[in-house]
């Protein structure tokens, strides 16, 4: 299992625009075999902060993922958005217990 989580920082004003323009990707990419969750949520605490989160079933599923048709898509839509940072990490998961 894999996690993919981290954070993308937009310049003043432009966190509404990303959040509206990610949201074809975001649908197709949920339709993804191996694809459990696929989240961009804005901060609560922090106007120009988005929070992502990914949850996959392995690598072969995230490598698809990276080589499909709407993620090319979506590395064209996002050029023209005003981000002004990222910071994405990969974390592999050897197991899980559930806290709740």
């Not at 922090?46 to 072969?60: F, H, K, P, S, T």
């Amino acid at each position: 299992m894999l996690i993919v989580a981290g954070t993308i920082v937009t310049q003043p004003e432009g966190r509404a625009a990303f959040l509206d323009a990610v949201q074809p990707m975001v649908a197709a990419t949920l339709n993804e075999v191996g694809c459990s969750e696929y989240v961009f949520s804005p901060d609560p605490n922090d106007d120009n902060r988005i929070m992502l989160y990914e949850l996959w079933d392995g690598q072969a599923s995230l490598d698809a993922h990276f080589a499909s048709d709407h993620m090319a898509a979506w590395q064209e839509t996002r050029k023209g958005l005003a981000v002004a940072g990222a910071s994405i990490n990969k974390y592999m998961i050897d197991s899980v217990e559930s806290l709740g």
